[in-house]
């Protein structure tokens, strides 16, 4: 298995949803790069269960930073954060894997690990993986920050309820570190609702997420095995339920002419820059100085109370499943700050990259 | 610059449009794999530009195995392929880069290369850079059909003319090294008619393309960092003017329940597999068994025949361009054949992987 | 920093002297492979400190699984060894660097960290770190010994008092694990004595390591950036205070005519094998199914309790240094449980390697 | 098989021995630095056999740049150097491998690749690959000068015959692209008498090789996996026939007390430095900002003119060999080019990724 992301910038993820702790080692990070508790504390927040439309797992999330940080600052050597699995039921759980759960990884896990996996609670597929990803990409965004690069991600749509999508200067601030985050709060209201909804029947819901990156200067990335839109994809698929990915207008250019498609050049502010942002600021694979913004889609989370056809894994027979454990009828909204943490982490390795080849160069 | 794909089996691509030749190495490969170079010519052939729908620069793509095959089969070390430039215009270019082609990568290749990149014909971004990547994918894909893994990609949707889409078992045999890739001759048809259209308004079109991957055993891929989806996104994105990618029913499943997107899990033929296909054969970044399935968006070629503003570089201001060079107004067609490339070389590298955490279990 | 080795087996270590806890993230590892934590403690014993010879800081390195680890037994996620930092002395170190201990890592982590490093103890330089990767060799060398793969590394001189070398059928059994380990009691005798007389002058002493692998295949490794001697090299010199490595005759080997140096193959046992070992196991970087065999030169510990002349960093004055903390006056015996665990980690990534390529060939 | 070096500044080697041409790919330069052709050939000169005390084998090793450099510079895009293979004499071989070569890789390499590797003139394992690394070496190494870092390889010892060694502040400026680089004529007069020798008696000789790197800053290089001793080491085996390495003393500091083998630091010229560079320029894994100095063991060359013992491959017997092809009584001075363009590769991607890793922070 691999679980490390990166060239220079690498994070390394590790722990189960039933174990001891969860956590992450990120290396490649220089010294003196300033390190807030608070902002950890903020992104892990924001990343949380929140009332009625989530999980009644609740965990606290108290992370303990182990190693890397040296009075505030990185100390040049690996940062490893660990969070403690507090609220967990194995109990919920028999001695095997029974019942294979729809839309879930228990399956192929299962095949994966030759029968033995942790399953309790997904084991190490758990979504709950994703906190020591969080913790990981505040680290990296506080220091994109200071350079001027700023990321952030709202709910474009949930349930079929939209919102409006960023505006060609993407106000990414406004939903940093918020645990539902929306551009306009009365879309927030009905997106809300469609969840409970489905909450009600039992079922969930998916939606979309629309991710923006300012900052970022023009010519980074790779052409062939490198361009930003396949690295930030290749993160992104890592957010549990992500199943698809468009940059700019993304499947809509399928459609369109290259009359239309195209975005023209101009000379503003004594700098080349394109008039419109169809291509979701990357060209060539490189970045074109606009913003970088694409689209997510989430699918609706696996786990319903509705009863669903599957397999008894032990007897290898057809049966019914009910969903057993507490879940979120909705993962979308928790799901924006580990996109914003991913492609934080991108960004961080993109730019280290850009500077390591211009080293000879110069 | 990164021009390596793969951990294991691993493709690194060289060259420019206007240059001696372009190439590729592929080293992961054991010894005693066959390589027909028939296979690598078909292949070659389904990539060429074709008919009035198409450039008019026609190159033979004849190639030259340079290293890596002895009789007939792999002996171990790398696979070098050259193809040399052979119908180039240099002439058509100027001593310098002057007029920014708008939805081309002139811009970003120009910043990202202190404005010293070999800008004729797009250079190494030149989509002509996929002729190698094709003759790798070619070795690679008679390996895996020796496992009974067969890869097809179709055109899905050229300018709004819609084909349909591969059924629940894909055949993939029937579009393999075809020149212009659909399930039904009608619809073909009507899309050859929509680029001929785009083309004497002196525009271009683009599409969709549909990519099934069959024979693929359960429990492939890696959750986090190495999602099947992750892994073949990365690559997807390196063919020219793909813009978005979704698995299954991608963006769809964002506004499906979770009752409705879920696939049961039932047993048939003693063994368990998904009664439907939602998710596209991967569930939890794993291969399900069922045929891994997945669209990419093509924007319209950029080159056009009209008007469009711009910048010239060299004087740093506003100006227009008319497309200058041959060109095709439409490549949906010609990616096909390099998307199923580099999905073979991903794949591979994916059974060679999980053959190597095999090693130490067993 | 990079702190991963191996390409599919990767080991991945974080933690300082003097943090809360030090530890590593071993990554690729199959489900199913049992892991003993009797067989870790057992290496750990063997890398701690013993009697006169050694430091006073006695740390129980008691170690904790984070994760992994099912019933006994790998379960195909990331494996996460945590050990507690648990007799720090951090008071013996002052505000902030002073005087830099000649043949440390002081002055070139200073510099390196833009003076921000944890230099407590050497922080993430320490010798200490080598703890977790005991740990993680010895959940590898289980594994690997159940393929009939055995590694050990006995002391081949210490103070210039010899022991005898490994004969052509190393007996690798008779020193794992041993905190000590020769192959002849009275040479060790003679080496502690060599030892204690360097600690009553305040001095140190160094020596050379003797390492063996047994039970490797013929034709693991490859010809040019994978070499089985670059690559045990590579993580060798991971072990501070080694300055060198020879395998086989190594050395001696350039003062030989190729007559004498050549090992003649010959038919045995119906295989083919070499009459003689001096390449060390390894002809063209590959693996010739004999044992592998290499020396490491390990230089005195660098900390001694004699005035030395140095630099105060934070005046930038020249000055002197006698030696603070607690320390070893020779850390030979004590690395080569290291080594051997380091050997294990690239070994068990080479196998995984080599059933990687055979994947598409089989 | 892995034949790619680096993680920014990558080479990727292909070809062999008879086979239409041989090669590499350097990936990761950056646009705008500097290529001379005469440069690559003043190394490839250096490399190619002379006179009475080499092979007969004479390839004009004439190279063709394929990609990669416009009008005398870095375009950006990987370099790809094509040399020709034209003096070989494959007739010379028969149908199959049959007898094997004593210290020679073709046991090995059969056995890894099935008996279908190219056995002709040891195929991809032959020292013939060694003239495309030194080709990439050049390009590097005139970068490199250009931030004022210099590298040199002499030889230190052939036959027993030994040379003075570097001074403290190496002249690495003497030695360069020198076919037999002695720094005193009279220890070079004889040690080609002995080379004589040795090819008079049908039989061969080898040596040390001592490198100097100079003018690489302090803070270089990284503690654990990223070494400078580990990253130089892993290239220098690569090498063929050298079989050890040792940085500073080497295996000299084992036998020496710490009060010995410290080098004491000192304030010279407003910077910090060691007074004496026991270490070879590297603590902790990392420069000193001394020169980095390393001596590597070449064994003899395995193919003589004496009857030796061995096995017929294709029979499974024992039997003899006389060398059969042309061949090389040393190859220690031919190796001396060969390191230095390795270590240059390497010290340009440690340099890389050091300022990939200050991006952020700085």
Redesign the interface.
């Known amino acids: 298995?691999?679980?490390?992301?990166g060239?220079?910038?690498?994070v390394?993820?590790?722990?189960?949803s039933h174990?001891?702790?969860?956590?992450a080692?990120i290396?490649?990070?220089?010294?003196?790069?300033p390190v807030k508790e608070d902002e950890i504390a903020s992104a892990l927040m924001a990343r949380r269960p929140v009332g009625a439309i989530s999980t009644a797992r609740r965990e606290a999330d108290r992370f303990?930073i182990?190693?890397?940080i040296?009075?505030g600052?990185?100390?040049?050597?690996?940062?490893?954060i660990?969070i403690p699995n507090e609220d967990t039921r194995s109990e919920d759980y028999g001695e095997n894997l029974t019942l294979?759960r729809?839309?879930?990884?228990d399956?192929?896990?299962h095949?994966?690990?030759?029968g033995?996996?942790?399953f309790r609670g997904g084991?190490?597929?758990s979504g709950r993986?994703t906190a020591p990803l969080v913790a990981a990409g505040a680290v990296?965004r506080s220091?994109?920050e200071a350079?001027g690069i700023k990321i952030g991600t709202h709910i474009l749509?949930i349930?079929?309820v939209s919102d409006r999508a960023f505006e060609s200067v993407p106000d990414v601030e406004s939903v940093k570190y918020s645990s539902f985050p929306v551009l306009t709060e009365e879309a927030g209201e009905k997106m809300r609702a469609a969840i409970e909804a489905?909450r009600a029947?039992g079922?969930?819901?998916?939606?979309?997420l629309e991710t923006a990156v300012t900052g970022v200067p023009?010519?980074?990335?790779?052409?062939?095995?490198?361009?930003v839109?396949?690295?930030l994809?290749?993160?992104?698929?890592?957010v549990?339920a992500?199943?698809?990915?468009?940059?700019?207008?993304?499947?809509a250019?399928?459609?369109?002419?290259?009359?239309?498609?195209?975005?023209?050049?101009?000379?503003a502010d004594?700098r080349?820059r394109?008039?419109t942002n169809n291509?979701?600021g990357v060209?060539?694979?490189?970045?074109?100085?606009s913003p970088i913004v694409f689209k997510t889609?989430?699918?609706?989370?696996?786990?319903?109370s509705?009863e669903?056809?599957?397999?008894d894994?032990s007897k290898?027979?057809?049966t019914v499943i009910f969903s057993r454990g507490r879940h979120d009828p909705c993962i979308v909204h928790r799901a924006a700050v580990v996109m914003s943490s991913l492609t934080a982490l991108v960004v961080?390795d993109m730019?280290?990259?850009?500077?390591?080849?211009?080293?000879?160069?110069l």
């Open positions: 298995m691999n679980n490390t992301l060239r220079i910038i690498r390394t993820l590790f722990g189960e174990g001891a702790s969860i956590g080692v290396d490649g990070l220089h010294a003196m790069i303990q182990v190693s890397g040296f009075r600052m990185t100390n040049g050597s690996p940062v490893c660990l294979l729809p839309g879930h990884a399956f192929t896990s095949i994966r690990n030759y033995h996996e942790d084991g190490h597929f993986l990296v220091a994109l350079k749509e349930a079929g489905a029947d079922d969930s819901v998916g939606g979309v023009a010519g980074v990335g790779d052409p062939w095995f490198g361009t839109e396949g690295q994809s290749y993160a992104a698929f890592s549990p992500v199943k698809g990915i468009e940059f700019g207008r993304g499947f250019l399928s459609h369109m002419r290259g009359s239309e498609a195209n975005d023209p050049f101009t000379v004594h080349v394109t008039a291509c979701g060209l060539g694979g490189l970045t074109t100085g889609a989430v699918k609706p989370t696996p786990t319903i509705k669903q056809k599957t397999v894994i290898g027979e057809d961080a730019l280290a990259v850009k500077a390591a080849e211009q080293e000879l160069a």
